[in-house]
């Protein structure tokens, strides 16, 4: 019933590795968010989409890319992990014409 | 100078007890605000929120805040506090960007017995 789910819940993987993060909403938003949370940094804003083929930067994107093949689907992509982007990372969705947004259960990515 | 500031970092505070955590923007942002709450290894779910009107909002579970233009502040009160509001409380302001929140850097609740 939840309507924005993640998967991976937790993840460990080695440096220089690729990393996929999935996202899926059943709330038929238009936009998606992608957020990592550090302890003192609340949660800051990677990548976020307004809709299906659309990704755009946030406000931290180096290292990171996103890819959103349809209105539900937002994933997160680390080509080469590096042991900084161990973190935990939210997704969320939100209309286009509010600024409420419902979010995941979240990911722990741990890089090695 | 940061968007929004949540200058209390920790809040310890006894079962029963009145609460209130402070949140303060700065002019960069909107004045629609949100609280958002995070319950140990889960998501943020949302409080409150305020796009206009009344200037106190009430949430769920008995919680309210006040935006104060006056002051660029929204601060989050409860009347008497249970230990399972024991969590981590975050303010966030739109941004210019419609449809943006930008975040505070939380204010961990512990209520004790």
């Known amino acids: 019933e939840a309507a924005v789910t993640q998967s991976p819940r937790n993840k460990v993987a080695v440096t220089g590795g690729k990393v996929t993060l999935s996202c899926n909403q059943t709330?038929?938003?238009?936009?998606m968010y992608w957020y990592r949370q550090d302890t003192g940094h609340g949660l800051r804003l990677i990548h976020y989409?307004?809709?299906?083929?659309?990704?755009e930067k946030g406000d931290i994107p180096d290292g990171y890319k996103a890819s959103r093949p349809s209105q539900e689907n937002f994933s997160l992509i680390l080509e080469l992990a590096t042991p900084s982007q161990t973190s935990v990372y939210f997704c969320?969705?939100?209309?286009?014409?509010?600024?409420?947004?419902?979010f995941g259960p979240g990911t722990r990515l741990t890089v090695l | 100078a940061q968007s929004v500031t949540q200058p209390d970092a920790r809040v310890t505070v006894s079962e029963g007890a009145s609460l209130q955590l402070r949140c303060k923007y700065s002019?960069?942002?909107?004045?629609?605000l949100f609280w958002y709450v995070q319950y140990p290894r889960q998501g943020l779910q949302l409080l409150l929120k305020?796009?206009?009107?009344?200037?106190v909002v009430q949430g769920v579970n008995g919680f309210e805040a006040e935006f104060s233009k006056s002051n660029s502040s929204f601060h989050l009160r409860k009347a008497s506090v249970h230990w399972s509001d024991s969590a981590v409380y975050f303010c966030?302001?739109?941004?210019?960007?419609?449809?943006?929140?930008?975040f505070g850097s939380g204010t961990r609740l512990q209520v004790y017995a």
């Open positions: 709330n038929n938003h238009n936009n």
């Open positions: 966030a302001p739109g941004t210019q960007v419609v449809g943006q929140l930008t």
């Open positions: 002019s960069s942002v909107t004045p629609y």
């Open positions: 305020y796009y206009s009107g009344d200037p």
């Open positions: 969320a969705s939100g209309e286009n014409w509010a600024y409420e947004q419902y």
């Open positions: 989409s307004y809709g299906a083929g659309s990704t």
